[in-house]
């Protein structure tokens, strides 16, 4: 199952694994209260009668970790309002302006569009996340 809900937290509480503090853990029961408390929510898939478009959005924190001043840029792509696409990654550079992190951020989603669906075992045609 994935839950792109909580990448964000869970990524972020992640980095402290090997020191965990006091408000590491306080963060960690926080996740999982939301879990208990959101365990029906998912993605529904409906077949679709015409053809949907693909929409995708990408966006960035231009130097938002405060530890190495690192962007952190992110992006989903939807079909009929429905996830079918996405991610959230650390830059691996350090960008000089917002300019240049939103060029970093635009060309890792542009990179999710070229690359073609690949057929799944029922021959439907699917994206999957990298």
């Not at 998912?42 to 478009?53: A, H, T």
Request: aromatic share 12%.
């Amino acid at each position: 199952m994935t839950r792109p809900d909580i990448t964000f937290a869970l990524s972020n509480v992640a980095k402290f694994n090997l020191k965990l503090t006091k408000e590491h853990w306080t963060a960690v029961k926080r996740i999982f209260r939301y879990l208990k408390g959101t365990q029906k929510y998912g993605l529904l898939y409906n077949r679709m009668q015409e053809k949907q478009p693909i929409i995708g959005y990408s966006d960035l924190d231009w130097a938002g970790d405060l530890n190495d001043h690192k962007s952190t840029s992110g992006y989903i792509f939807t079909v009929g309002g429905t996830a079918i696409s996405w991610r959230s990654k650390k830059q691996t550079c350090m960008a000089q302006s917002t300019a240049q992190a939103e060029y970093i951020a635009l060309s890792q989603a542009g990179q999710e569009v070229v690359w073609p669906p690949r057929p799944n075992p029922c021959g439907r045609r699917v994206w999957y996340n990298a």
